[in-house]
C-alpha cells in the first residue's frame, strides 16, 4: 500500500540548533514532494518544492534534501528560532498533480 | 491582498442536519480543493476540482458533496450521511492541477463539530 510517513514524536531542540525533519514515502513515485509549515487552528502555509531531479533545496534558513533512491526527504532548519515551533508537513503529488500529506511533525525549539 | 476565505470559523451540527462550508478565493486559480485533518493524521482529501462545473471525489467523499458554480467559489456541504463528521476542513487552492512548480494555498480552515 502506498504510505508517507513522518516522526510521530515530537522534536524538541534548542534555539540556535539545526532541526532535522523526516519524510519517508513507498509505493509512491512523485515528481515532485512540498514542504509546508503549519500553525495550531490555521492552515498550512508552502514553504518549498523540490523536483525528483533535485538532490537538494534552499531558501533562507531552510534547506530540503530529496533522495528517489532511499524514498526519503529531509527538512531542515538551521539556527533555529522559537518562532519556528510549530507541525511541518510533507507531501507528494500522486501522479494525478493532487497532493498526499504526511501527518506532520510537531517542532518545540526552546529558547 | 489575495488569499483563501474560509467561513465560518467555527460551525456546530446537530446529528441529522446538512451543514455547508464556504471557501472563496480571489487567487484565479483554477484547482480547488477540500481536506479533512483529524488530529494525528494527515490531510485527506474529499473533493477537488479543476474547473468550473467540474469536480472529482477524492479518498474519503462519502457524505461529503460540492458544486462548482463560479471559478471563485467550492462550497462544501457534510450530509447527514457522513457518520463521522466532527473534523477541521481545510479548503485550498493551486494554480491548475499538476502545475509543478508551486504550492497549494490554503485558507484557514472550518473546525466543525457535532453536537
Known amino acids: 500500500s502506498q504510505k508517507i510517513e513522518q516522526n510521530s514524536e515530537a522534536l524538541n531542540i534548542q534555539e540556535g540548533k539545526t532541526a532535522t525533519l523526516t519524510c519517508n514515502y513507498t509505493n509512491y513515485s512523485p515528481a515532485y514532494l512540498q514542504w509546508y509549515r503549519q500553525d495550531p487552528g490555521r492552515g498550512p502555509v508552502f514553504l518549498l518544492l523540490i523536483r525528483e531531479n533535485e538532490k537538494e533545496k534552499r531558501k533562507e534558513r531552510l534547506k530540503v534534501t530529496f533522495d528517489t533512491t532511499l524514498k ?3 527538512f531542515h532548519i538551521t539556527a533555529s528560532q522559537p ?4 507541525t511541518y508537513l510533507c507531501a507528494l503529488d500522486n501522479q494525478g498533480g493532487k497532493l498526499i500529506f504526511g501527518q506532520g511533525t510537531e517542532l518545540s525549539v526552546k529558547p | 491582498d489575495g488569499g483563501i476565505t474560509q467561513s465560518p ?3 456546530f451540527r446537530k446529528e441529522g442536519q446538512n451543514v455547508t462550508l464556504s471557501c472563496e478565493q480571489n487567487l484565479n486559480h483554477d484547482a480547488m480543493y477540500w481536506y479533512r485533518q483529524d488530529p494525528g493524521q494527515g490531510l485527506r482529501l474529499i473533493y477537488y476540482s479543476q474547473i468550473v ?3 472529482q ?7 461529503y458533496s ?3 458554480e463560479k471559478k471563485e467559489s467550492f462550497p462544501l456541504t457534510v450530509t447527514s450521511a457522513q457518520k463521522n463528521p466532527t473534523a477541521f476542513y481545510l479548503c485550498a487552492s493551486s494554480i491548475r492541477l499538476g502545475v509543478v512548480g508551486y504550492g497549494y494555498t490554503f485558507g484557514s480552515g472550518t473546525r466543525l463539530t457535532v453536537v
Open chain 1, 72 to 74: 526519503q526527504s529531509l
Open chain 1, 83 to 86: 518562532a519556528d515551533s510549530a
Open chain 2, 9 to 11: 470559523k467555527y460551525l
Open chain 2, 53 to 55: 462545473n467540474d469536480f
Open chain 2, 57 to 63: 471525489k477524492g479518498d474519503i467523499a462519502e457524505g
Open chain 2, 66 to 68: 460540492v458544486s462548482r
